[in-house]
């Protein structure tokens, strides 16, 4: 059974950082994607940043190119997100979750994924 534990989660002003971790086991395929989603109160679950479980190949949104860097630790199957000049909409709860697929158009949507973690709050706010 898979499992998933996000973490790192915090207050933080604006143009500040936080790295998220992703904890996973569980995993008995070596081809899947593992992405970090977002969600606002009263928004819909967005995508944040993809990595490839195979090739490390990674995708981000628009919103957070240039700001946000996902990286894996296959070692100890952590995927975490480094999180850099910080902005009030970047306030959410921050999921990841597993894709089973593997890598491809699909990961850029929440439905699909399996084995949520339970989220880490993100407070950016002076």
């Known amino acids: 059974q898979v499992q998933l534990v996000e973490s790192g989660g915090g207050l933080v002003q604006p143009g500040g950082s936080l790295t998220l971790s992703c904890a996973a086991s569980?995993?008995?395929?070596?081809?899947?994607?593992i992405g970090w989603f977002r969600q606002a109160p009263g928004k819909e679950r967005e995508v944040v940043a993809c990595?490839?479980?195979?090739?490390?190949?990674?995708l981000y949104a628009d919103s957070v190119k240039g700001r946000f860097t996902i990286s894996r630790d296959n070692t100890k199957n952590t995927v975490n997100l480094q999180m850099d000049f910080l902005k009030p909409e970047d306030t959410a709860v921050y999921y990841c979750?597993?894709?089973?697929?593997?890598?491809?158009?699909?990961?850029?949507?929440?439905?699909?994924?399996?084995?949520w973690g339970k989220g880490t709050l993100v407070t950016v706010s002076s």
């Open positions: 979750g597993v894709h089973p697929r593997g890598w491809g158009p699909w990961i850029q949507v929440a439905y699909g994924y399996e084995d």
């Open positions: 569980g995993l008995s395929s070596r081809n899947y994607a």
């Open positions: 990595i490839n479980s195979r090739d490390g190949s990674t």
